[in-house]
């Protein structure tokens, strides 16, 4: 469990793990320099199965990464601070590992917790252990981070966390591991994930789309057989076609700082069809004739598909 500042929600998401009906388990918290009451907190547990870390401030990637370290289980499941589990969350995903010796990583469902609408509905996740794995794995993360179990050896032997990609660290650690070894479901809701602050996940749009695609670029490169595997032109519409998916939503959501950032790069790539470009190319002039553009075009206009979110 890394935590930065999470002081306000530290010991919901401590008694969640100290809950779970699997208690052959160790809490791992490595603080990650915060400032706020977090340690007090954590330090006032009095569980022995606690073991609390404190290192100076270096980021979430660092943080897990000193968590695998520090880890003796045979398994790793990762929680935020600020998120929880149902009581069997761990138990169940535990379980299907032992009836799947093969598996390296038993994955469950989920809830947002704090969204309005269809993304705050419970979500179970399809199975992904099927021939299109790697196509459906390669466009985007399926799963939040706290949503699944991983042997401790398939995380180490995929390197950890790479902290060149922050906001896509995770994805990046699932790609590698889900292109090695085979993955189980277990077809229940087990985690709560808890959005605070929805302003501030508009405003990183642009640096997840970056690193997502960074990601995505870092994978193949060291993974090229999936070039011949699924061509040149699917890969170029998971990888930039997600990427210009991701400048739509930007675009209609009134997020034209980022959806310029990003449409710049789309075209740099020379990704799209004449109606994306005609779209994108905009982003080229400068600020205040883009926007102006935008508001005389503003009305009338159906939605893009490229808006149209995946899981």
Wanted: aromatic residues 8%.
């Amino acid at each position: 469990m890394p935590n930065y500042n999470g002081g306000a929600f530290l010991s919901r998401a401590i008694e969640s793990v100290r809950g779970q009906s699997f208690n052959r388990l160790e809490l791992i918290l490595v603080d990650d320099g915060s400032d706020d009451d977090s340690l007090a907190i954590a330090h006032a547990v009095g569980d022995a199965r606690v073991r609390v870390i404190e290192q100076k401030h270096e980021g979430v990637c660092a943080a897990r990464n000193r968590g695998i370290r520090e880890a003796r289980g045979a398994c790793i499941a990762f929680l935020d601070s600020d998120d929880t589990w149902a009581p069997d969350c761990l138990e169940r995903l535990h379980d299907a590992l032992s009836r799947t010796p093969s598996a390296a990583l038993a994955y469950c469902g989920w809830q947002n917790v704090g969204l309005a609408g269809e993304r705050g509905e419970p979500y179970i996740p399809p199975d992904y252990e099927i021939p299109e794995k790697m196509e459906r794995w390669l466009q985007n993360c399926r799963w939040p981070i706290h949503a699944a179990l991983t042997r401790t050896a398939a995380i180490r032997d995929a390197g950890g966390f790479n902290p060149q990609f922050p906001t896509s660290e995770d994805f990046l650690l699932w790609l590698k591991i889900v292109a090695r070894h085979p993955i189980v479901r277990v077809p229940e809701v087990l985690a709560f994930y808890f959005h605070h602050e929805g302003p501030r996940a508009t405003a990183n749009l642009l640096r997840m789309a970056v690193n997502h695609l960074g990601a995505q670029e870092h994978f193949l490169a060291h993974n090229p057989a999936l070039r011949t595997t699924l061509g040149a032109r699917k890969l170029r519409e998971l990888t930039v076609g997600e990427m210009l998916r991701r400048g739509y939503q930007c675009y209609w959501g009134d997020d034209l700082h980022s959806a310029r950032a990003i449409f710049r790069q789309v075209m740099k790539r020379g990704y799209g069809s004449a109606t994306d470009w005609k779209r994108m190319l905009p982003a080229l002039l400068p600020w205040r004739l883009h926007r102006w553009l935008v508001g005389r075009h503003s009305s009338g206009h159906p939605e893009n598909p490229h808006h149209h979110a995946s899981r």
